[in-house]
């Protein structure tokens, strides 16, 4: 059995969307979660030629064979529901539209769309990059659990993240190999991850008393064909309320400034002082503290990213982003009784959502044949 926390895995952005750490929906298990953000009704189909943003795991396995893949999701209705998973960058396949979560609630899952269970197969005793790529933005994912006996059933929080102290990779690049040795405190936190062979660098971590990270201290080294020889440290401060309030590299000498309202929603985040700058984004919530509008600043000022609707009783029936300063827009039709989104339209696509006790289908109007039913 393989389980790890999604907040331990590296997180790689390659579009507007991008992976993010929370810890606002409770009853996580360790130290958080992920979000595929911003909500605003984004789908990424497994064979996008597009990048998709991504949770990469770099894992041994040292039994060869089929793996059964659990996630622990939290969905917020049935267009926030689904992820895919690949293995080494392959296109998501036997793990692809990975679904079933119910709405409004953790939940262990395996279901695909098409109502298979979702596995990942490695043929060897090896090192694997495990990747969780993001398909409908706002699911929350907590924890990943893999396992060779397929009547095995995750409940709760699910096991404890695996003891992972060693993994071993090999660069096909350069068919060199290294190891890196993972280090822990009595708390089961990351202390550090420590690389030799090919790559020699290490990555160190510093907490606070309530458990936020205080200190991040980077350092690589030439030795082993390394471009950078040097240290970084970064360092993070943190209010009365443990909310992050700076952020600094010494390596660029920019400290970030964050701020939030008076329910403890981030609303800034600015780079080098209070005052409105380029590369500033800046967060807007309605009164039920839901977010209805992301902006950035350009240097002379804030330009609109998306904008989020909501009806009267709280669910997303709006969203829209701007690409270059052009709007696309979505819209959710939803049903009376649960507040589901039944049908999600756009310029581009009208998707009819299908219903048993959780989503299992996905209709897309004036599709051809092979390509309507997902």
């Known amino acids: ?217 980077t350092t690589h080294s030439t030795g082993s064909g390394q471009a950078l020889d040097s240290t970084v440290v970064t360092t993070y401060t943190y209010d009365a309320a443990n909310h992050l309030q700076t952020a600094r590299a010494d390596d660029t000498g920019v400290t970030w400034f964050y701020v939030y309202d008076g329910n403890g929603q981030r609303i800034r985040q600015i780079p080098s002082s209070l005052t409105p700058a380029d590369g500033e984004t800046r967060y807007t919530f309605n009164q039920a503290g839901q977010m209805a509008r992301i902006e950035k600043h350009d240097g002379s000022s804030y330009r609109t990213q998306a904008d989020i609707g909501y009806d009267g009783l709280g669910n997303r029936v709006l969203g829209t982003t701007y690409i270059e300063g052009v709007p696309v827009t979505v819209t959710y039709t939803l049903d009376g009784a649960f507040g589901q989104p039944l049908v999600v339209a756009s310029d581009a696509a009208t998707t009819l959502i299908l219903y048993g006790k959780y989503a299992i289908g996905e209709y897309k109007l004036n599709a051809a044949p092979a390509e309507a039913w997902q």
């Open 1 to 217: 059995m393989l389980v790890v926390e999604a907040e331990d895995g590296e997180v790689t952005n390659a579009s507007e969307q991008s992976w993010q750490e929370r810890t606002n929906q409770t009853r996580f298990s360790g130290d958080g979660y992920m979000q595929a953000l911003p909500d605003v009704g984004t789908i990424w189909e497994a064979d996008d030629t597009a990048p998709h943003s991504s949770i990469q795991f770099p894992v041994q396995i040292n039994n060869a064979g089929d793996y059964a893949a659990w996630i622990r999701g939290y969905a917020s209705d049935g267009g926030s529901d689904s992820l895919h998973l690949t293995i080494d960058g392959a296109t998501a396949d036997s793990a692809a539209q990975l679904t079933g979560f119910a709405p409004r609630n953790w939940e262990w899952s395996r279901l695909t769309m098409n109502s298979s269970s979702a596995t990942l197969s490695f043929p060897i005793a090896d090192s694997y990059n495990i990747q969780l790529l993001m398909r409908e933005d706002g699911l929350r994912v907590d924890k990943m659990l893999l396992i060779t006996d397929t009547n095995y059933i995750p409940t709760g929080n699910g096991p404890a993240a695996s003891d992972i102290q060693l993994i071993t990779d090999t660069i096909s690049s350069h068919l060199q190999t290294h190891t890196i040795a993972y280090a822990y405190d009595n708390l089961y936190r990351l202390k550090e991850a420590a690389y030799t062979g090919a790559i020699t660098a290490t990555y160190q971590y510093d907490y606070n008393a309530v458990g936020s990270r205080t200190v991040y201290t």
